[in-house]
């Protein structure tokens, strides 16, 4: 949210490569709710260590004319 604060339960898992490969593909059926419109992220940590933030603006639906 806008502090900082997380909205979702984080995931914990454990992640076992097969022989020397380092690739991971990761599908995760989320589904957010935000409690407010505006800036969002979702963000991916490995052992506490930020790895990737996406940014996600939610915006207001259109009004029907």
């Known amino acids: ?8 339960k984080p995931a914990a898992l454990t992640v076992t490569f ?4 380092r690739l991971f593909n990761l599908i995760a ?4 709710a935000f409690a407010s419109y505006g ?3 979702i963000v991916l940590s490995i052992d506490g260590h ?9 915006l207001r639906p259109a009004k029907d004319s």
């Open 29 to 32: 059926s989320m589904t957010p």
């Open 39 to 41: 800036s969002h992220s």
């Open 18 to 21: 097969p022989g020397d490969s």
């Open 1 to 8: 949210d806008a502090d900082g604060q997380d909205r979702m």
């Open 50 to 58: 930020i790895m990737a933030s996406i940014p996600i603006n939610v």
